[in-house]
């Protein structure tokens, strides 16, 4: 199984600013997804991040808003850019286990609160 | 297009008391199933998953769940509750090949002392 670190865990951040997210997995990983949980909420995917080419996004988010790294096959960064109050939520790296099934491994999340 | 529905947002049990929390998918074949439980403070950790064979599924905390065809369900059970299984538990979709996971809202289960 892979594990996964996400930095930093939380952070309380000002409207307007921006904050990057680090996902760090300890092996090799074709493919990572980034999710947000806005808070009493499921999971909804963001985008997903391929290396060596530009993350792919879900209906509702554009890279000008949420752009990503993925520099290499162990690290992706997800910044959320002029954050806004609703932009408080945790989010989540993740990778899958086996191809083909969509199953999963997530990192423990990074909690903003946008004030 | 899948979806997923889990019609509890919020379950209470008392410990030691069997648990059952429901899930429905909508979709046209046979999708991957998958529960996960979220503690409070963490990521999601895997409970259990169905692919195909037998429909009866065990997972880890004592877990299992029966995948229904008929019913387009996927129900996760537990036949006695412990405190420490309170979590936000979510049930999820993927087809094969798709590589995406369809979650749906997520049931809160709060355990009575």
């Known amino acids: 199984s892979a594990v996964i670190s996400q930095k930093p865990s939380r952070d309380i951040c000002q409207r307007g600013t921006s904050l990057t997210i680090q996902c760090q997995v300890d092996?090799?990983?074709?493919?990572m997804f980034w999710y947000r949980q806005q808070p009493g909420q499921s999971l909804t995917l963001i985008a997903t991040a391929n290396q060596g080419s530009e993350a792919t996004y879900e209906s509702g988010f554009v890279i000008d808003k949420f752009p990503i790294s993925r520099p290499n096959l162990t690290f992706s960064t997800l910044t959320v850019s002029n954050m806004s109050p609703e932009d408080s939520s945790i989010y989540l790296c993740?990778?899958?286990?086996?191809?083909?099934?969509?199953?999963?491994?997530f990192g423990e999340g990074s909690r903003l609160t946008v004030l | 297009a899948q979806s997923v529905t889990q019609p509890d947002i919020h379950i209470t049990v008392s410990e030691g008391a069997s648990l059952e929390l429901r899930c429905n998918y909508s979709y046209g074949a046979t999708p991957y199933l998958f529960w996960y439980v979220q503690s409070p403070g963490q990521g999601l950790q895997l409970l259990l998953k169905?692919?195909?064979?037998?429909?009866l599924v065990q997972g880890i905390k004592g877990f299992e769940a029966e995948f229904k065809r008929s019913q387009s369900s996927f129900n996760l059970r537990k036949p006695s509750v412990h405190w420490s299984d309170a979590a936000e538990y979510f049930c999820a979709v993927s087809i094969w090949g798709a590589q995406k996971l369809v979650f749906g809202q997520g049931t809160r289960l709060t355990i009575n002392p």
């Open positions: 169905y692919f195909s064979g037998d429909t």
């Open positions: 092996s090799q990983v074709t493919m």
């Open positions: 993740s990778t899958p286990t086996e191809q083909g099934t969509g199953e999963l491994f």
